[in-house]
């Protein structure tokens, strides 16, 4: 009923930007929160960056300083701008949502939503 659709992802050198795109489509009726995981070789999935619909961002660690998340609310896409990329950031990124629906009786019903994920080399 909804899919998340990520683009921007490739190859770049150490120091060099990449913005990550994901919009979400079809029976949207809220989003409570969007963002980006990855995960790299070896490592666990962690977050990179989310926007939580009433609370702000919350960025990892890693990712404060040269990663900015942000959202177009009325194209239901979240973005990640990604400028001094380093190697350790060479990953899958996944676009994660968790998206409201609504069933017949207009209940809404909450469900969490991953996208396919784009790869992000940063190498020289």
């Known amino acids: 009923q909804v899919r998340l659709v990520e683009s921007g992802g490739g190859l770049v050198q150490p120091g060099g930007s990449l913005r990550l795109s994901c919009a979400a489509s079809?029976?949207?009726?809220?989003?409570?929160?969007m963002g980006w995981f990855r995960q790299s070789p070896g490592k666990q999935r962690e977050l990179v960056a989310t926007?939580?619909?009433?609370?702000?961002?919350n960025y990892a660690d890693s990712a404060k300083g040269r990663f900015t998340v942000s959202r177009d609310n009325a194209k239901n896409t979240v973005y990640l701008q990604m400028n001094s990329l380093k190697p350790e950031d060479t990953a899958v990124y996944y676009c994660?949502?968790?998206?409201?629906?609504?069933?017949?009786?207009?209940?809404?019903?909450?469900?969490?939503?991953w996208g396919q994920g784009t790869q992000v080399t940063v190498s020289s």
């Open positions: 994660n949502a968790f998206i409201g629906t609504l069933d017949p009786l207009l209940n809404v019903h909450t469900t969490d939503y």
């Open positions: 926007v939580i619909s009433g609370a702000g961002t």
């Open positions: 079809g029976s949207v009726f809220s989003i409570v929160s």
